[in-house]
């Protein structure tokens, strides 16, 4: 299947500092991506949807200002963490979508764990 | 908007029993029904998935039925293995706007 990777792996910030994250699709271009919010021994979240080119829609109850979506290129999506609290701290998972050969399937990153002291 | 339930939310079985695991969705238009193994710390895969013009697909020991007009579907895996112990989720959504909902997720533990 087609491969996305996600980085950094982990992260540990202070709390106020800003955060971001980055989302490949190394195989494939992906026009759009998602974005999840997971806490342990909870089901996947959806934060916002991320199309290239345009503003990311955002999930109810999500705060735009807050978690920052970029996705510049069809490779490429990017979620900044602004002015990061403990209650930020989570496991963020991001998927991106993929059209080819006439199918429609998610493929999702590795995570990343963010941890805001 | 979609809604999605799972049950049950923790099954052990042992080596060799078969496994099930429920569904229900309640918006009609959905019609692609993913399933995805996450095992701990790591990102959901893909295993199996089920579009609504069939009612039943098979890969290797896993299954998945769909239920059209009672708005469920189910996993099957049978001959469970310990590798298969992972946290199982189904989803729903409506193809084109592919915006899956995710049940709350099934943790499987298969016993030696």
């Known amino acids: 299947g087609a491969v996305v990777s996600q980085h950094p792996s982990w992260v540990i910030c202070k709390s106020g500092t800003s955060v971001k994250i980055e989302c490949r699709s190394l195989d494939f271009q992906a026009t759009t991506m998602f974005w999840y919010r997971q806490f342990p021994k909870q089901s996947l979240m959806l934060m916002a949807t991320s199309n290239e080119g345009s503003k990311a829609t955002y999930e109810q109850g999500v705060e735009k200002d807050k978690f920052l979506i970029n996705h510049a290129s069809l490779t490429l999506s990017t979620l900044t963490v602004t002015s990061a609290h403990p209650e930020d701290s989570s496991f963020y998972i991001c998927s991106a979508r993929d059209l080819a050969g006439g199918q429609d399937t998610q493929y999702f990153g590795p995570g990343t764990r963010l941890t805001v002291l | 908007g979609e809604n999605v339930e799972q049950h049950p939310s923790t099954l052990s079985v042992q080596e060799g029993d078969s496994a099930v695991i429920k569904c229900t969705y309640s918006d009609s238009a959905s019609n692609y029904f993913p399933w995805y193994k996450q095992e701990l710390g790591k990102r959901p895969q893909l295993i199996i998935d089920?579009?609504?013009?069939?009612g039943e697909k098979k890969d290797q020991r896993i299954a998945v039925t769909l239920n059209k007009t009672a708005k469920h579907f189910s996993l099957h895996i049978t001959e469970t293995q310990p590798e298969d112990s992972a946290v199982y989720f189904c989803?729903?959504?409506?193809?084109?706007?592919?915006?899956?909902?995710f049940g709350r997720g099934t943790s499987l533990i298969v016993h030696p």
């Open positions: 989803a729903a959504s409506i193809g084109g706007s592919y915006i899956p909902t």
């Open positions: 089920i579009r609504s013009n069939v």
